[in-house]
């Protein structure tokens, strides 16, 4: 689950704190970019590690994340 911990309308961005059992706090920041042709979206994940159980999570799992949030963004946009 998340919560909500900020939105911003006049900058298009919406801020989520994930809540799970990870060694470490989670946001993942959601944002709305006018272009030219097309708007495009954009999902940032920030990651504060907790103790050395946090970096090795964080290091091991930065790729796969790499790849869920690209397919998050997709069908997010695939879905609007």
Same mark, same amino acid.
């Given at each position: 689950?998340?919560? =909500?911990?900020? !939105?911003?309308? %006049? %900058?298009?961005?919406?801020?989520? /704190? ?12 959601? /944002? +709305?970019?006018?272009? +030219?042709? $097309? %708007?495009?979206?954009? =999902?940032? $994940? @920030? #990651? ?8 090795? @999570? !964080? @290091?091991?799992?930065?790729? #796969?994340?790499? +790849? #869920? #949030? %690209?397919?998050?963004? /997709?069908?997010? +946009?695939? /879905? $609007?």
């Amino acid at each position: 689950s998340s919560d =909500v911990c900020s !939105s911003d309308l %006049n %900058n298009k961005s919406l801020l989520l /704190r994930a809540e799970m059992k990870i060694p470490g706090k989670e946001w993942l920041l959601f /944002r +709305v970019e006018e272009g +030219v042709k $097309a %708007n495009n979206l954009s =999902v940032h $994940a @920030y #990651f504060q590690p907790r103790g050395w159980h946090g970096y090795l @999570y !964080s @290091y091991l799992l930065r790729p #796969f994340h790499y +790849v #869920f #949030f %690209n397919s998050l963004a /997709r069908k997010i +946009v695939k /879905r $609007a």
